[in-house]
Structures are given as C-alpha cells and as structure tokens.
C-alpha cells in the first residue's frame, strides 16, 4: 500500500464524507490519510481487530465470507458511497467478514482511535454511516436471496452492473478466476455465463478485462435483485454527492450542474 501527502483542499468524492458539514470535515481532515489501495489487498480480516476504516474514492472493496474448509463467497461491494470498517460505528471491534480490495483504488485512511472520537463528536457523522449500514444491509440481504434463488447468469448480471455502478469506466479489470470466486462457482460456469452475455453483445471479456458495451442489454437480462438494491441505494442515500451513480447519463447532468470545485 503507497500513502500520500494527506488530504489538503481537494473536495471529496467518497459520499460519506462529502455529505458531512463544513465545521465536521475542518476538524477529520488532518486525521485523514491518502492511500493507495492494490488489488488483494485485505483491509480487515475476521474477528481481527479493526485498526483503521476506509472511506474509498475510487475502486471497489468486497466483503467476503470465509468458510472453514476453504472456500468463499462474496456478500457485499463498498465504493465510493460508504466506508469499509462500518463495525466500528456500531460499537464491535471487529469484523464477521473479510474486507477484500478487488479493484485498485484510493481510499482516505482514519486510525481506529481517531475515528471513535469523531463519533463521538459530531452530530453528524453517525447518521450518514446508519443510512450507509442500511443500505448495505439490504444489498447483503438481497445478495444472499440472489445467490440461493437466481441462475448465474443472473447473478453475474448483477454483480457487473454494481460494479459498472462504482467505477468511472466502462472497462472492468475482473478475471474469470476472480468472479468466479466472488460468486462462489465453478469457473466453467462463469465461462459460460459470459458468453452468453458475449453473444448478446452485452459484454466483452479480453486478458482478465470485461467491457461494458450494452448497459441497457445488462439491465434487461439482470434479476429483479439489481433494481431492489439500486432503489434501496436511491432511497437512503438521495443526496446526489451521496448516491451511487447507477447511470452515465445522471452522472453527466449531474457534474454539468454541480461542477467540482478542483479537479483531481
């Protein structure tokens, strides 16, 4: 992991964050630190002591269950709308789960000790991370229905999609080895459901990259569990600085409207 200098005056892309008031974040920013984050990377192991949560910028963090004879699954995805260490604002410790970089991606970085006082301190900050829980608690449930009821074909559908929704491109760097992984299937079973959505053109898959080339092709073919979640999203986290951008054009209007106030 590669720190940089800490955060000065560039406005925040993380949701949580850019949500808080003005006297709250004067007072977290020197406590935040710039990092980088590489794919593999564990942030949190289970019931591991948390030592610092994570608000991302950029990229995508999974939480994976691990089970005793070796094998996992995935059961939820953190980007840019919330914070990977959401335990702590709950009063544990630790974590159930495994806490998984899949995507390479910047993060702010706050010390467990310093994140606890904030609670502590600002009316606000706690609410945010509450809306943030809920809407990952519907996201883990519906995941968990999804994985038990739905094919994998839609079930790769759905993951593609919440992974397009967190990451400004259209090119995904996700192997077959790694969504298969996520999925908890055989990779021969990925294999196949990506051709299928080849063969519709809904994708395209070259050397451990997927290209979104039909979004709304993706939405057709995905289960009623990606709309679910997107709406839960929506609904708690309304804020357009806050939401999830689950569509390229509301992302457009929405930087033409409300223009950052420095560029990264």
Request: charged residues 25%; proline residues 7%; glycine residues 6%.
């Amino acid at each position: 992991m590669k720190d940089s200098p800490r955060v000065g005056g560039n406005p925040f892309r993380n949701g949580v964050l850019a949500s808080l008031p003005p006297s709250d974040l004067e007072r977290i920013r020197p406590k935040l630190q710039m990092v980088e984050l590489e794919a593999r990377q564990i942030l949190c192991r289970p019931q591991a002591p948390i030592r610092a949560v994570y608000f991302p910028e950029s990229g995508i963090v999974s939480l994976v269950a691990r089970l005793e004879r070796g094998g996992s699954i995935e059961i939820g995805i953190i980007g840019r709308e919330g914070m990977v260490g959401l335990p702590l604002a709950f009063g544990a410790e630790s974590s159930p789960d495994e806490a998984l970089v899949q995507v390479t991606c910047s993060a702010l970085r706050m010390e467990a000790d310093d994140f606890q006082r904030e609670l502590a301190r600002s009316p606000a900050l706690l609410p945010r991370l509450l809306r943030f829980g809920c809407a990952l608690y519907a996201q883990v449930a519906q995941t968990a229905a999804c994985n038990g009821r739905h094919a994998i074909e839609q079930r790769l559908t759905r993951w593609l999609l919440m992974a397009h929704d967190r990451l400004d491109t259209d090119d995904l760097p996700l192997t077959q080895e790694l969504l298969a992984t996520m999925l908890g299937v055989r990779r021969a079973s990925v294999t196949a459901a990506i051709g299928l959505l080849r063969r519709v053109g809904a994708i395209d898959i070259v050397r451990g990259h997927v290209t979104i080339l039909d979004r709304p092709a993706l939405e057709r073919l995905s289960c009623e569990c990606y709309a679910t979640v997107r709406q839960e999203y929506r609904r708690l986290q309304p804020d357009p600085a806050v939401a999830v951008r689950h569509d390229r054009a509301e992302t457009a209007d929405l930087l033409l409207r409300h223009p950052p106030a420095l560029s990264r």
